[in-house]
């Protein structure tokens, strides 16, 4: 017991004392994951309001086949992506492989089908006339699409939030296409899956309780905003 409050003790001075190597790796962490989700949010939400309004063979076919991919575990992922970015797959002469971009894309395809889902199911929660109606109005496209996706901007702003604790929080992608290399491509899960391997758990546990923080504040700004969507109604 005294033992773990120790252990305890030591990681909560690594965090206020501001050691370097460890806020490199949750600096890095976070920037690999907003990388991620700024880039996929748009072409996300994009596909999901083409599914909401679209009128095209397959719809069903398609959010069938993104609802699947929501199960896919991280490491398939990130096997799927070493074996496109590794020197004898066809990306291979990008050298890609073991890099930040290579985290970002493999977190985008993390990302992806989610924000797509739940994009969908609050997009289709909005009466269908605000879209007919901006459109008889004469109302550009890009202002039609934005006024539907005002009416569930909390919605929407709950799923970013929860993809964005989903690829943060992943590791077998960061560890298949990162590689873990310290300064570079080392964040916050690979260095808990490292550090306690070596049993060196002071480091571990601070970087857990960084991500718990993270999970806590989520959860607080995602209750807010479910209450600020029910007191605006």
């Not at 033992?3 to 965090?15: D, M, N, S, Y």
């Not at 930040?100 to 909005?126: D, H, S």
């Not at 004469?138 to 202002?143: D, E, I, K, S, T």
């Not at 758990?201 to 905003?225: E, H």
């Amino acid at each position: 017991m005294n033992g773990l409050l120790t252990t305890f003790q030591q990681a909560l001075q690594l965090l206020l004392a501001g050691d370097q190597e460890l806020w490199t790796i949750v600096f890095l962490s976070f920037s690999v994951s907003l990388k991620a989700i700024i880039i996929t949010t748009p072409l996300a939400l994009l596909l999901a309001f083409a599914l909401t309004h679209g009128k095209f063979a397959g719809i069903r076919i398609i959010l069938t086949f993104i609802n699947s991919l929501q199960a896919v575990p991280t490491v398939v992922i990130g096997l799927f992506l070493y074996v496109l970015l590794s020197r004898q797959g066809p990306f291979g002469d990008l050298r890609l492989l073991f890099t930040q971009t290579a985290m970002v894309v493999g977190q985008m395809l993390l990302c992806f089908p989610i924000l797509v889902a739940l994009g969908y199911a609050a997009i289709k929660t909005v009466d269908r006339r605000v879209w007919e109606t901006a459109r008889t109005l004469g109302a550009p496209v890009w202002f039609s699409m934005l006024t539907v996706l005002y009416e569930v901007r909390f919605g929407l702003v709950a799923a970013v939030l929860t993809s964005f604790g989903r690829v943060i929080s992943e590791v077998g992608i960061s560890m298949m296409v990162g590689g873990n290399i310290m300064g570079y491509t080392r964040n916050i899960t690979t260095a808990i899956a490292l550090e306690t391997s070596k049993g060196e758990f002071a480091q571990g546990i601070a970087l857990g309780l960084v991500l718990l923080t993270l999970a806590f504040l989520l959860s607080v700004l995602l209750s807010y905003l479910q209450g600020s969507k029910e007191f605006s109604r």
